[in-house]
């Protein structure tokens, strides 16, 4: 299984632990073909060798070729929405983590979605139950 993980880069980089532990255990279900997204040396400029026409047509091959959608929404990013709306368009199975928090919000559009699966989630250890029933 190609496993496609989202999780925001230049929208900030505050979750930037919690992408690499997601990817570890995203790891045990499939192939994650973005593991970069989880560099803890990645900063909010983002992938500077690369040009912003490669990156995209990299990522939407990753993500059309993908088998399901992992997408981590705690920090907003444009980049991460608009890849959700994709997978959704391509009737990608998608789920989406979120850690509430203070001043912190998840979109209604991602929220009320019905075709989407949300979870909220504490501690990267309520992602293994999470995994297994979503995979």
């Not at 088998?67 to 199975?93: C, M, P, Q, R, Y």
């Not at 998840?106 to 504490?122: D, F, M």
Request: aromatic letters at 8%.
């Amino acid at each position: 299984m190609k496993i496609y993980f989202a999780g925001s880069i230049r929208g900030g980089r505050d979750d930037k632990e919690f992408y690499a532990e997601i990817i570890k255990k995203l790891s045990v279900h499939g192939t994650v073909t973005t593991e970069h997204v989880g560099d803890q040396k990645l900063t909010s400029d983002g992938e500077t060798h690369l040009s912003n026409h490669d990156i995209y047509t990299r990522d939407i091959a990753w993500l059309t070729g993908s088998d399901a959608v992992v997408a981590e929404v705690t920090t907003a990013s444009l980049g991460v929405g608009f890849e959700i709306g994709l997978a959704e368009h391509l009737k990608k199975k998608t789920l989406c983590l979120y850690r509430a928090g203070e001043n912190k919000k998840l979109s209604a559009v991602i929220a009320g979605n019905p075709r989407l699966v949300v979870k909220t989630y504490e501690n990267i250890g309520d992602l293994d139950k999470i995994f297994a029933e979503f995979f």
